[in-house]
T-cell receptor, first 113, second 109 residues
Framework: DTAVSQTPKYLVTQMGNDKSIKCEQNLGHDTMYWYKQDSKKFLKIMFS???????INETVPNRFSPKSPDKAHLNLHINSLELGDSAVYFCASSQADYTDTQYFGPGTRLTVL | GQNIDQPTEMTATEGAIVQINCTYQ??????LFWYQQHAGEAPTFLSYNVLDGLEEKGRFSSFLSRSKGYSYLLLKELQMKDSASYLC??????????WGAGTKLIIKP
């Protein structure tokens, strides 16, 4: 009974490619998030999204775009991958907003060659 | 700018007590979270403080002083499985969650 799941767990790809990471939560939560954790272990928010609003961290390049087909899914699309995109990407969800506990997925380790 | 400071690494002995500090400077404050993250795994929620004082939850306690911009996580009766990174995160006035870099806690027998 995985609460927040992500696929794939590992992703290795060439520079310039376009890739997607999928995220699903079965908790009935209203808000989902994408985080990037780099080699220095900083956890940076990229997007938060509920059925009303998409909030984008202004430092995120527009090559990154979230896509939400429904409340339970928030996929991350990345165009024209660069070496600096190599990191672990975590999806998370919470009941309503930031004041609620966030439940994290297992992470996707992206390696760009 | 907004800033969260935590020690990079701490070492403690099994069975002992350790205190992990977190200081913050943010634009507004709507609460502070502590998360635990084992190597190669996702963060898991430990505590949420929005009022001053100490909140105890089993072996783990979290303290907050809003006037000092300061929090600590206290871990008692340390076990080897407590070896992990501990992340402090503050919710600012815009409800943006600002994360610290985490404190790597090493437990020795």
């Amino acid at each position: 009974d995985t609460a927040v799941s992500q696929t794939p767990k590992y992703l290795v790809t060439q520079m310039g490619n376009d890739k997607s990471i999928k995220c699903e939560q079965n908790l009935g939560h209203d808000t989902m998030y994408w985080y990037k954790q780099d080699s220095k272990k900083f956890l940076k928010i990229m997007f938060s999204y509920n059925n009303k609003e998409l909030i984008i961290n202004e430092t995120v390049p527009n090559r990154f775009s979230p896509k939400s087909p429904d409340k339970a899914h928030l996929n991350l699309h990345i165009n024209s991958l660069e070496l600096g995109d190599s990191a672990v990407y975590f999806c998370a969800s919470s009941q309503a907003d930031y004041t609620d506990t966030q439940y994290f997925g297992p992470g996707t380790r992206l390696t760009v060659l | 700018g907004q800033n969260i400071d935590q020690p990079t690494e701490m070492t403690a002995t099994e069975g002992a007590i350790v205190q992990i500090n977190c200081t913050y400077q943010t634009s507004g404050f709507n609460g502070l979270f502590w998360y635990q993250q084992h190597a190669g795994e996702a963060p898991t929620f430990l505590s949420y403080n929005v009022l001053d004082g100490l909140e105890e939850k089993g072996r783990f306690s979290s303290f907050l002083s809003r006037s000092k911009g300061y929090s600590y996580l206290l871990l008692k009766e340390l076990q080897m499985k407590d070896s992990a990174s501990y992340l402090c995160a503050v919710l600012d006035s815009n409800y943006q969650l600002i994360w610290g870099a985490g404190t790597k806690l090493i437990i020795k027998p």
